[in-house]
């Protein structure tokens, strides 16, 4: 076996409303913001945890591609709507007391800490763009 030194360095989430995204992931998150370009509706805003800066989350208008279709965007625009288009999975060693300060926050609870079959304990929100935010705790 070959290791290759590869490492996740940003993941992308889209957004609908990036001034509503910045707030969620900032201020509910405590994400740090390390770089916030274009304007309007057009922004990408890439946010990540203070502890971790070489581990990003890329926040981006929705098929901003010029390759994107006017049905693919529909199929995008509708997706974001039901909740299905993107979602991540986060981690923390305090899932009680994160949840409680999510939920202070307004955030859409879509799932109160569980402890599931498969073997973790995990709860689950929706960002202002409707993705899935699952948090797991670290044990």
């Known amino acids: ?12 989430l889209p957004h ?3 001034d509503a995204s910045l707030t969620f992931y900032r201020d509910a998150l ?6 916030d370009v274009g304007q309007g509706k057009m922004r990408w805003i890439t946010v990540g945890p203070v502890d971790q800066p070489g581990t990003s ?4 208008p929705p098929a901003a591609d010029p390759g994107v279709t006017e049905d693919e965007r529909r199929t995008i625009a509708e997706m974001m709507a039901k909740g299905t288009y993107g979602w991540i999975l986060l981690a923390t060693r305090d899932l009680d007391g994160t949840f409680e300060k999510l939920q202070a926050g307004d955030a859409e609870v879509v799932q109160e ?9 995990d709860c689950a929100f929706r960002d202002p763009a409707g993705n899935l935010i699952r948090i797991q705790e670290l044990r």
């Open 1 to 12: 076996m070959i290791f290759m030194d590869v490492t996740i360095h940003t993941s992308f």
């Open 16 to 18: 609908v409303d990036p």
């Open 30 to 35: 405590g994400f740090e913001v390390r770089s």
């Open 57 to 60: 989350i890329l926040l981006a």
């Open 113 to 121: 800490p569980t402890e599931q079959p498969y073997g973790v304990r």
